[in-house]
């Protein structure tokens, strides 16, 4: 009994002492990883189990799993979180009950880890903008903010201030303040560092304006009205149209057109009197919005309905109406085309003759003692606050005869027929009779008169044939306004008395110029020319000049040199020539050498020059000859050309180029040489 018993002692001290070991002592983890530990039990272990650092026992789940053998037991840690983190043990139990463990410790981490960091991150232009940068660790990270390769300091930034969630406030943030943002974070211990780019975009709330605000249109003449209006934000605004609380689509009365620069418009076509009101224009963007009215006030264009021509007697009274409608009520005012004077309501002329009253769309023009200067267009004009109308009539005035001419005493003679002319200006046109003695000349006349009749002038022809024939004759034009008579006288016509004050000028070996004063008396028949009568004193034979036209100027030409002359004037009219002017003498001049020669100089061709002659007084005998010398300004010999006096130029070559030439030319008649006439001249250089 008792070797059995010790027997059995000997067996149990034999077997092995129940030990566990796991594989890892310390870990360290970052958040999100996996890590697996092994257990391992020595001796004979009936139970193996894992507990976790709160004491409860690790059941199999998502993120830990376990694979436990008989002496070996396998924990797996999926995606690791910071409440993980702990002391876990491993607990070995034997048949006997007996109890080891061991345990490892877990240390989790939180590695350096943006968060959902949007870009970009937008903001509404003024606020204060909070840019979100939600990064974590374990331990806190430190954040440096970046903007434009710059950290953002209080001291060099007064508007941005990094906040103690790390976010970065902007003060009253601006347009200006866009771009690209840096949020940097690391952690000192691990050298760990990482960062994130986030574009801040700031929004700016739609400003809209209108170019006009209100605007007038007429009903139903097919008008259109076009509002405008401009819009600026960021992002560009949607603009669009309401009217009535409702939103306008394109169609055939609306018309919008969306432009480059924000603008758009609004066209209403075909306006009807139902179109008028407000029109609101709205811009939208993701700051705001915005809205502007616009007013179309619709009116009936002014419209003139009653306007006619008139026709007054010279002296009486004009009355003209017009009347006009429209919405509103149109003011009326007058016009006359004439001198574009105008009139309106209550207005009246400095003479008092023009008067206009007014009321309920009529005005009345009324022209007391109307005169033919009042003759001519009136328009009347209708004007309302939305246009206007005009539409033009005619004055028509009709008066008595007006005689024309004041040309009533003729002159002709026996056998000469004469027209004597009654113009007259009339309406309604006259009708002319003709009388003398009180007796009327009829329209075919008789056997030295005839009637030549044409509108508003009837001609009489004449032709004296005695005495008798000479004297009055009655001009009768007659109208159903009035009746007016001119007279007019026939007398015998006479040749001229005789020229004076004969004066002669600009004697000359070969000219004189003579004058003289017209006739005192032209015989009652215009003077047809003058006739200068000139010979040599002491011949009989006289020489016959005619005056151009009625000139009192003639030049007498041919005459010889040295010689003494007589003149005398006479004058010629219709009836034939007057008596003869006193005789006056004058003596030519003799002969003698030319005067100098005038010159004007032309650069010719290559190396010559032109040198124009104009010729002067040639002293009573024709030029014979041009002499002309030339020299350069450095030489002393002379060049000598001769021209013959019928030239006008005389060409100098061959020259030489870049030179100065000095040049003497004079005039040779059989008399003698004139003066010398110096000139020069410079040659350019060679081209």
Not at 254 to 273: F, K
Not at 639 to 650: E, I, S
Request: with cysteine; aromatic share 8%.
């Amino acid at each position: 009994m008792i070797q059995e018993r010790y027997g059995s002692l000997l067996f149990l001290s034999l077997k092995t002492a129940l030990q566990v070991s796991i594989s890892l002592n310390k870990v360290e983890l970052s958040v999100g990883e996996s890590k697996f530990f092994i257990c391992t039990a020595i001796g004979e272990p009936v139970r193996l189990e894992w507990y976790n650092p709160q004491g409860e026992r690790i059941l199999p789940s998502k993120r830990m799993a376990l694979h436990t053998e008989t002496s070996r037991s396998r924990l797996i840690i999926y995606n690791a979180i910071i409440e993980d983190a702990g002391i876990y043990r491993c607990q070995a139990v034997d048949g006997v009950g007996h109890t080891v463990e061991a345990s490892v410790v877990l240390e989790i981490y939180q590695r350096l880890t943006f968060r959902d960091v949007q870009s970009p991150q937008e903001f509404r232009h003024g606020e204060t903008a909070e840019v979100v940068c939600d990064v974590i660790s374990s331990p806190v990270p430190v954040v440096v903010w970046y903007y434009q390769d710059k950290e953002i300091t209080e001291e060099h930034h007064s508007r941005l201030q990094v906040l103690p969630n790390n976010n970065l406030q902007i003060h009253q943030v601006t347009k200006a303040d866009e771009g690209v943002y840096r949020c940097e974070a690391s952690v000192e211990a691990r050298g760990e560092i990482d960062f994130v780019d986030i574009a801040v975009v700031v929004n700016v709330p739609p400003v809209l304006s209108v170019f006009q605000q209100s605007f007038n249109a007429t009903a139903d003449y097919q008008e259109s009205v076009t509002f405008t209006c401009m819009t600026s934000g960021s992002p560009d605004p949607q603009v669009s149209w309401h009217r009535k609380g409702q939103q306008l689509e394109p169609s055939e009365q609306y018309i919008i057109i969306r432009l480059d620069g924000g603008r758009s418009m609004l066209t209403v076509r075909n306006i009807r009197q139902a179109d008028g009101g407000s029109y609101t224009c709205k811009a939208t963007n993701k700051a705001g919005s915005q809205e502007r009215e616009v007013f179309l006030k619709v009116f009936v264009q002014p419209h003139i309905t009653q306007l006619k021509n008139v026709t007054a007697v010279e002296g009486s009274a004009a009355m003209i109406s017009c009347v006009a409608e429209g919405e509103p009520l149109p003011d009326i005012s007058w016009r006359r085309a004439g001198d574009g004077q105008t009139f309106v309501d209550g207005d009246k002329s400095r003479d008092g003759r023009f008067e206009v009253r007014g009321r309920h769309g009529k005005s009345v023009l009324t022209i007391s003692g109307v005169k033919l200067l009042d003759l001519g267009r009136f328009d009347c004009e209708a004007l309302s606050r939305i246009g206007g109308h005009q539409k033009s009539m005619f004055l028509d005035i009709e008066y008595t005869p007006k005689f024309l001419n004041n040309h009533t005493i003729h002159y002709s003679w026996e056998g000469n027929p004469v027209n004597i002319s009654c113009d007259v200006m009339s309406n309604p046109p006259a009708t002319m009779l003709w009388r003398r003695e009180r007796l009327t000349i009829s329209a075919e006349g008789t056997a030295n008169t005839r009637v030549h009749s044409a509108s508003g002038k009837s001609v009489l022809e004449v032709t004296p044939m005695s005495d008798r024939d000479f004297g009055r004759y009655n001009c009768t034009a007659r109208n159903n306004i009035g009746v007016r008579y001119q007279e007019f006288i026939l007398a015998q016509a006479d040749v001229p008395s005789n020229p004076y004050s004969v004066r002669l000028s600009a004697v000359s070996q070969r000219l004189v110029t003579v004058t003289f004063m017209k006739p005192d008396s032209h015989g009652g028949v215009p003077i047809s020319y003058y006739l200068v009568q000139y010979k040599e004193a002491g011949s009989q034979e006289w020489r016959d000049v005619r005056s151009h036209s009625i000139q009192t100027t003639v030049v007498l030409t041919g005459l010889e040199p040295n010689t003494t002359y007589e003149v005398r004037v006479a004058a010629v009219n219709g009836k034939g020539q007057g008596e003869f002017s006193h005789k006056e003498n004058f003596q030519t001049i003799p002969i003698r050498e030319p005067s100098p020669p005038a010159v004007h100089g032309q650069r010719g061709m290559g190396k010559a020059y032109r040198l124009g002659l104009v010729k002067q007084d040639d002293g009573g005998m024709p030029i014979v000859e041009y002499i002309v010398k030339y020299k350069t300004d450095k030489e002393e010999q002379w060049m000598t050309k001769l021209v013959p006096g019928a030239n006008d130029f005389a060409m100098l070559q061959p020259l030489q180029w870049n030179t100065r030439y000095e040049v003497e030319i004079t005039a040779r008649n059989v008399k003698g040489l004139s003066e010398p006439t110096f000139y020069q001249f410079f040659m350019p250089q060679k081209p």
